[in-house]
C-alpha cells in the first residue's frame, strides 16, 4: 500500500482552522465533507457503544463499570501500538506518514506531560460516563444527557471565553426544554442514579472543551492524543480498580468466560476505540459544542433500540412530544452549522 493510499485511508488531522473574530463569537463557519464524515461516524459508534455497555452492566450484571474501561483502553493500546508500528497511522498532526521512521518512541515525553491534563478529563469522563448507565434506562439516560450542551457551552465560554449566536442559543434552549418534557413522566426516579449523569455531563462537558483546546496546541493528531490518553490514565486505573476490588470482583464474576458475554465485551472494547477515535476527529475538525449536539442527533436510535432491547421507561405521548422537540432542536443546530449561519 503506497503512502497516498493509506493516507486516503486513514488520514490526519488538518492544521487548525482559522480563529475566530476578536469578539469571541461564533459567526456560523459551515462543516467540511470530512467534518460530517466524522460527526456522522461518532453518531454510529456512540449509538451501538451505550446498547453494548448497557448489556454487559444490566443484562449479565456485572459489577464492575471501571474493569469495563479499563479493558477498553487496554485495547485501544494495543490497536495504537499495532497500528503505529507497522507504520499505518502517524501520531503528529502532519500530513506524512512515517515510513521511514524507526524511533521507539512514539511521541516525545514533553509531549506527553503537556496532554496530561486532557488525559485526566478523559479518565474523569470515562468513569462517570461508564457508572452513569447502570442505574438509569435507555430512553432517560439519553433524556438527561442532552443537557450535556448546556454544560459544553459554559465551559467554552470559561476557558476561551466562546460566545454564541441567537440561532444556536435558540436551539440549544428546544434541546433542553424537549428534555424535560420527556422525563417528566419518568416513574423509575432514582437520585443517585439521576445525579450521576449530571456529574457524566459535567465531565463530558470538560473533557470535549479541553480536546478542542489542547488538540490544537499540542501537535498531535487524533490517534496521538488516545495514545498519550492510553498510556496515562491505564497505570492510574489499573491501580484504581486493583485498589477498591474491582479486579477481585472481576476474577469472580461467574459469566467472565461465557461465550455470550465475552462477545459482548469485545464488541464494546472494539467500538470504544473507534468511538473515542471519532470524538477527537469531530471535537478537533468541528466543535465542543457540535460533538455535544451529535450527541442529541443520535440518541433516536438509541432510545429505539433501548426500547426495544432493554425496555424501562414507559411509551406515551408526552415522552415521545418531548423527545421530538429535542430532535428538532438538534437538527436545526445542525442546519446552522452546515448553511454556515
Known amino acids: ?45 456512540a449509538v451501538m457503544l451505550v446498547l453494548f455497555n448497557k448489556a454487559a452492566l444490566s443484562s449479565y450484571s456485572f459489577p464492575c463499570a471501571n474493569v469495563i474501561t479499563l479493558f477498553q483502553m487496554i485495547c485501544s493500546c494495543c490497536f495504537l501500538y499495532a497500528l503505529r508500528s507497522w507504520k499505518f497511522i502517524t501520531f503528529s498532526s502532519g500530513d506524512i506518514l512515517p515510513l521511514t521512521d524507526n524511533s521507539t518512541k512514539f511521541v516525545p515525553m514533553k ?26 434506562n435507555v430512553p432517560m439516560y439519553t433524556t438527561l444527557r442532552r443537557t450535556t450542551v448546556v454544560f459544553t457551552m459554559f465551559v467554552e465560554f470559561i476557558l476561551v471565553g466562546q460566545k454564541y449566536n441567537r440561532s444556536i442559543i435558540g436551539s440549544v434552549a428546544l434541546i433542553v426544554f424537549g428534555a424535560f418534557v420527556a422525563g417528566s413522566r419518568d416513574l423509575s426516579f432514582d437520585s443517585y442514579s439521576y445525579a450521576v449523569v449530571f456529574v457524566s455531563n459535567i465531565t463530558t462537558a470538560i473533557y470535549l472543551a479541553t480536546i478542542a483546546r489542547i488538540g490544537k496546541t499540542s501537535g498531535l493528531n487524533s490517534f496521538g492524543l488516545m495514545w498519550c490518553n492510553g498510556i496515562i490514565c491505564g497505570p492510574v486505573l489499573l491501580v484504581w480498580t486493583f485498589v477498591w476490588g474491582d479486579l477481585k470482583k472481576t476474577i469472580n464474576f461467574p459469566y467472565l468466560f461465557s461465550p455470550g458475554f465475552v462477545v459482548v465485551l469485545l464488541l464494546s472494547c472494539v467500538l470504544a476505540f473507534f468511538l473515542n477515535y471519532s470524538i477527537f476527529l469531530n471535537t478537533t475538525l468541528n466543535s465542543a459544542v457540535t460533538q455535544t449536539i451529535c450527541g442529541n442527533l443520535k440518541d433516536l436510535f438509541t432510545i429505539a433500540f433501548g426500547w426495544m432491547v432493554f425496555g424501562g421507561l414507559p411509551f406515551d405521548l408526552l415522552n415521545v412530544t418531548g423527545q421530538l422537540l429535542g430532535f428538532v432542536g438538534s437538527g436545526l443546530y445542525a442546519y446552522c452549522k452546515l448553511a454556515g449561519k
Open 111 to 136: 509531549t506527553v506531560i503537556r496532554t496530561s491534563p486532557l488525559a485526566l478529563t478523559y479518565l474523569l469522563y470515562m468513569l462517570a460516563a461508564m457508572e452513569s448507565v447502570r442505574g438509569v
Open 1 to 45: 500500500m503506497s503512502s497516498s493510499e493509506r493516507k486516503s485511508l486513514i488520514g490526519t488531522n488538518p492544521p487548525p482552522p482559522p480563529q475566530r473574530g476578536g469578539s469571541g463569537e461564533d459567526r456560523g463557519s459551515s462543516m467540511t465533507p470530512r467534518g460530517v464524515y466524522a460527526a456522522v461516524s461518532y453518531m454510529a459508534c
